[in-house]
């Protein structure tokens, strides 16, 4: 095996670097099921918010009004909702929940899964055809919406498809069950409540079906158990500045592996945990509740720190804000922090309290990182997958190496396999956060798990000190006919820092449409923003925008080895589809 990183290997092992673990900067128990969990978070923080509820936006003849729910409250909640899911005939059954993030998500979520059976966490943004598939594929039983897909439930109840489901609506609505009602009904059943509590919970055993959010074919349904999701949740808060008192916003929606298993570590650390009320008013809600911490997509946090530059260039102050950068990072090093105060006026914009961001699901800008970083508010990176439930890897102040993935979680081994001249090869992983499989699919289970480890298909490497770069995934690698590999994420990058690019994909072409599929050549769709690229460039017709464009790749072209150049541009004002996680769907894109 491997030790400090270094390079070995036998006959029976392949060639790997190990990844150092982060040391856990606190104690963090570990729960064997989520009734487990939840008795512990009531015992340590019993009347404290576990959520803080808007139920009626402010006007100007009135002022919003909220509802606080305790931890103590939601544990009641839990076992009165579970009580009612099992008069209704739901133990040992499937759940599938779909809608925004709300408390009745969650609700949902911890009451099938204290005894009942198991959860499908279903994407709200799936189109009809994909729901209706992937209740079929999980065999769900039952299925609890949001309100405002009532029409999404009314068509899959009429297609004659589903006779034998329930349905559930998370608020009142005419014609259906509701949570809320459910959940009186379960309080006020005795007998229903005590054996309710009583039920059997094998924490290791099937509890989530969990479809991958993937950039290529068919979703896989992953399996996790209960564990998983503890086990995960205890090495992330364990490592992590979260603190008691903190205030979360429910950004990275519940159905994804990271939403709803951050919402548990949430919960377990005492944190108080409130909604959005849509994109268009992110900044206003942290203003609004005081927000401290986060977890989200890069192209959200992008999108803030875009904001912020762009408000700083609006008003004259980059001279001053780039005067300010030096100064607080000169003093930095001296040990002196002044970044909340040199540029208190955009913390009080975001609310004056937000000092803690977590980014997920796809790389972050290492300049966004930085920018946050040099305004004093901490933003560091995890790394993982679905079938990982889903945090392998993290940075964490003590820990911190801008444009890389940090260091394995603790009860995580991570290492690189069989890395090439470059020490480039595959992550792969094994530990208590690792799926169970793929259901009803042996051949991809079978493909992923190899050797006892867990194939995650990213390539990486590894610098002196065990930080980990995410360098691409293995199938988007290009390979050209002399053997050199490219990585699109990395010219990617590169080209995502031009300030009109919206999105862009890297990929190969044959060199010639009707040749040898071997040999080759890199191209790049770009979707350009038609404002920034006027306002950047001066270029507003078609021909105007080509030639910058042009310009512009000819540019990083010649900072690039010549095997690395653009041969081809594709250019776009159309959004590449992606998935709900900002990810572009490589296979769906149209040249």
Not at 240 to 247: A, N, S, T
Not at 343 to 348: G, L, R, S
Not at 541 to 564: G, L
């Amino acid at each position: 095996m491997l030790e400090n990183g270094n390079l070995s290997g036998n006959a029976q092992e392949p060639r790997c670097i190990t990844v150092p673990n982060l040391t856990p900067i606190k104690e963090i128990p570990l729960y064997d099921d989520m009734r487990g969990l939840l008795d512990g978070m009531t015992e340590q923080y019993g009347d404290d918010a576990c959520f803080i509820i808007k139920t009626r936006r402010g006007t100007r003849k009135a002022p919003a009004e909220y509802k606080r729910i305790s931890f103590r409250q939601q544990r009641e909640d839990v076992d009165a909702f579970g009580a009612a899911l099992l008069r209704l005939g739901l133990k040992g059954k499937r759940l599938a929940i779909i809608g925004k993030n709300r408390y009745e998500w969650m609700l949902a979520y911890y009451s099938f899964m204290c005894g009942l059976g198991v959860i499908v966490p279903l994407d709200k943004g799936l189109p009809f055809d994909e729901t209706e598939l992937s209740l079929q594929r999980a065999k769900a039983d039952a299925l609890c919406f949001d309100k405002e897909l009532e029409p999404l439930a009314a068509s899959l109840r009429d297609s004659g498809k589903f006779p034998d489901m329930t349905f559930i609506c998370m608020e009142p609505c005419e014609g259906w069950l509701d949570v809320p009602s459910l959940t009186e009904q379960g309080r006020a059943d005795a007998s229903a409540l005590a054996e309710y509590k009583e039920l059997p919970i094998d924490g290791k055993a099937l509890s989530i079906i969990l479809f991958t959010s993937g950039t290529s074919g068919l979703a896989k349904a992953v399996m996790l158990s209960q564990y998983n999701i503890t086990y995960n949740a205890k090495d992330v808060l364990s490592t992590e500045d979260l603190r008691c008192g903190d205030v979360n916003m429910a950004f990275l929606p519940y159905h994804h592996t990271f939403g709803s298993t951050g919402q548990v570590m949430m919960s377990l650390a005492g944190m108080t945990s409130v909604f959005c009320d849509g994109l268009k008013y992110i900044q206003r809600n942290i203003v609004e509740y005081k927000v401290s911490v986060f977890i989200c997509v890069p192209l959200l946090i992008e999108s803030i720190y875009k904001k912020i530059m762009q408000e700083i260039e609006k008003q004259g102050k980059m001279k001053t804000f780039r005067t300010g950068v030096k100064i607080s990072r000169l003093l930095l090093r001296l040990g002196i922090d002044v970044r909340r105060k040199i540029f208190k006026e955009i913390h009080e914009k975001l609310g004056g309290s937000l000092r803690f961001v977590i980014s997920g699901a796809s790389p972050l800008d290492p300049a966004v990182a930085q920018g946050f970083t040099d305004l004093g508010i901490s933003v560091v990176q995890g790394y993982g997958m679905t079938e990982t439930s889903p945090v392998l890897a993290g940075e964490n102040p003590e820990h911190l190496r801008i444009g890389t993935i940090g260091w394995a979680m603790p009860g995580v081994e991570l290492r690189v396999e069989d890395p090439n001249e470059e020490g480039i090869g595959e992550l792969v992983a094994r530990g208590g956060n690792v799926m169970l499989g793929y259901y009803e699919n042996e051949e991809a289970t079978a493909e992923i798990f190899r050797g006892g480890w867990l194939h995650t298909g990213d390539l990486a490497s590894v610098d002196a000190d065990g930080y980990v770069t995410i360098r691409g995934r293995a199938k988007n690698v290009i390979v050209l006919k002399n053997g050199k590999n490219i990585y699109p994420e990395e010219l990617e990058q590169e080209i995502g820092e031009l300030p009109y690019v919206s999105e862009c994909m890297v990929f190969g072409e044959p060199r010639r449409h009707d040749g040898d599929h071997k040999d080759l050549v890199v191209c790049v769709k770009i979707v350009y923003d038609a404002g920034r690229i006027k306002e950047t460039r001066g270029a507003g017709t078609p021909e105007q925008i080509e030639a910058a464009v042009a310009e512009d790749i000819e540019r990083i072209n010649d900072e690039m080895p010549s095997y690395k150049h653009i041969y081809r541009r594709y250019i776009s004002d159309e959004p590449m589809e992606k998935t709900t996680t900002g990810k572009i769907k490589r296979y769906k894109q149209k040249i």
